[in-house]
């Protein structure tokens, strides 16, 4: 049916949702917090977001990060107004990282 995805031997391919296009249909959204641990696809969810980053109806979020989209993310997140307040759970070149709004 709609919405049901597509299946491969391999992986199954599902529709997605922006947080932007999210808060349009059902918010909106205020003092929204995020809590992302979704494999490296943390960027493409804060693009997602950019309509509620602008507004600063993020106040906080959780991510996990790894150097290589730390490099993206970080000065990203720093251009919204977002501080880093605390790391933890570090291990294998990637910990989990808590931001809140500065603003």
Do not use: Q
């Not at 808060?23 to 917090?33: K, N, R, V």
């Not at 509620?52 to 996990?64: D, H």
Request: charged share 30%; with cysteine; glycine share 10%.
């Amino acid at each position: 049916g709609e919405g049901a995805g597509t299946r491969t031997d391999d992986y199954i391919t599902v529709p997605g949702r922006t947080l932007d296009s999210l808060s349009a249909e059902y918010g909106p959204f205020e003092d929204a917090i995020l809590w992302m641990d979704i494999e490296g696809a943390e960027r493409r969810a804060l693009a997602g977001a950019a309509g509620l980053l602008k507004e600063g109806r993020i106040r906080a979020i959780n991510l996990e990060s790894r150097p290589d989209y730390a490099k993206v993310t970080n000065p990203l997140l720093a251009g919204y107004g977002f501080k880093l307040v605390y790391c933890y759970f570090e291990a294998f070149e990637r910990r989990d990282e808590v931001w809140i709004l500065d603003r």
